[in-house]
């Protein structure tokens, strides 16, 4: 029962800091192409791993900086908007699945492009 109370507040969570990034006023933040993965809050609600997909890798270190920069005003923004005792502490990690995905994708069309050349 409580792991599905955690689940809808990690979705929450994640809803609420992907609207916030837009809203973000940091240059290292807002050049970027910068996605919410996911979010896993411990079962205390203390902490909450927010896991960062950004698709330019050169851009990824600065984003992150200017994440972490301002994790204070995310995290007092999230205690505004979300009804909870604690306001978890937000733990930044950056999250490379999108950029391998693209990566994947663009290497089975070129797969696909190859066959069909040979067949020719």
């Known amino acids: 029962m409580a792991s599905n ?6 979705e929450e969570i994640q809803r609420e800091l992907a609207e916030l990034l837009r809203n973000l006023k940091d240059p290292r933040v807002t050049g970027a192409m910068v996605s919410v993965t ?10 909450a791993k927010v896991r960062i997909s950004v698709l330019e890798q050169e851009k990824a270190k600065d984003v992150m900086k200017g994440l972490k920069s301002a994790g204070g005003w995310l995290r007092r923004e999230l205690g ?16 490379d699945s999108i950029r391998y995905g693209a990566h994947m994708s663009e290497l089975l069309s070129k797969l696909n ?3 069909s050349n040979e067949d020719a």
């Open 5 to 10: 109370r955690i689940g809808r507040i990690n």
């Open 80 to 95: 505004s908007r979300l009804q909870l005792r604690y306001t978890p502490e937000l733990v930044f990690e950056e999250d």
């Open 113 to 115: 492009t190859g066959d």
């Open 38 to 47: 996911g979010v896993q809050a411990t079962p205390d609600l203390r902490y």
